[in-house]
T-cell receptor, first 113, second 115 residues
């Protein structure tokens, strides 16, 4: 069964460092998303991406965040200068059509120290 | 903007008992509705979804949910809970149409199953 894969599963980084979270969406999907879940809180939408550009972003997705689909298979989330409050589980998701179900990856737990 | 309310933060049931997890949403039109389950340390697994048609939808693992437009609800049910159902359950609403698609999640309901 096709699935969304995310690497690494857990990343620890020092405050102020750049991190790149990687995702391989399901191969025939066209719409890509990042969500995050701060420990004990709800899952929050960060950004959606289609046709090599951002479709929508939330207020959380400020200038410190960027997304890229560098090679047609990977979908990355970069945080330029991490803050303690960026510590969270980050989920990548993809869907085949605009308004169909999104399939989620297992998540990357980011810990900023 | 859409929103989701899951009024129960934590529910405990005995194995074999029935289960109902509540979900209310706010959205200006007919939404897409989802239930996801998250086991500890795991990702989000889709249990079931409602897009249109029959308001009673069947999902995996014996779960079902009923869309009630008049009550803006999409409650999740299971007639007999198994110990392996212990997890956190998230209701989510997705926007129809438009140029993008995103999910708005509720805060989740943690289910504990007693033997």
């Amino acid at each position: 069964e096709p699935e969304v894969t995310q690497t690494p599963s857990h990343q620890v980084t020092q405050m102020g460092q750049e991190v790149i979270l990687r995702c391989v969406p399901i191969s025939n999907h066209l719409y890509f998303y990042w969500y995050r879940q701060i420990l004990g809180q709800k899952v929050e939408f960060l950004v959606s991406f289609y046709n090599n550009e951002i479709s929508e972003k939330s207020e959380i997705f400020d200038d410190q965040f960027s997304v890229e689909r560098p090679d047609g298979s990977n979908f990355t989330l970069k945080i330029r200068s991490t803050k303690l409050e960026d510590s969270a589980m980050y989920f990548c998701a993809s869907s085949s059509l605009k308004n169909t179900e999104a399939f989620f990856g297992q998540g990357t737990r980011l810990t900023v120290v | 903007a859409q929103s989701v309310t899951q009024p129960d933060i934590h529910i405990t049931v005995s194995e074999g008992a029935s289960l109902e997890l509540r979900c209310n949403y706010s959205y200006g039109a007919t939404p897409y509705l989802f239930w996801y389950v998250q086991s500890p340390g795991q990702g989000l697994q889709l249990l079931l979804k409602y897009f249109s048609g029959d308001t009673l939808v069947q999902g995996i693992k014996g779960f079902e949910a009923e869309f009630k437009r008049s009550q803006s609800s999409f409650n999740l049910r299971k007639p007999s809970v198994h110990w392996s159902d212990a997890a956190e359950y998230f209701c989510a609403v997705g926007a129809r149409g438009g140029s993008n698609y995103k999910l708005t999640f509720g805060k989740g309901t943690l289910l504990t199953v007693n033997p």
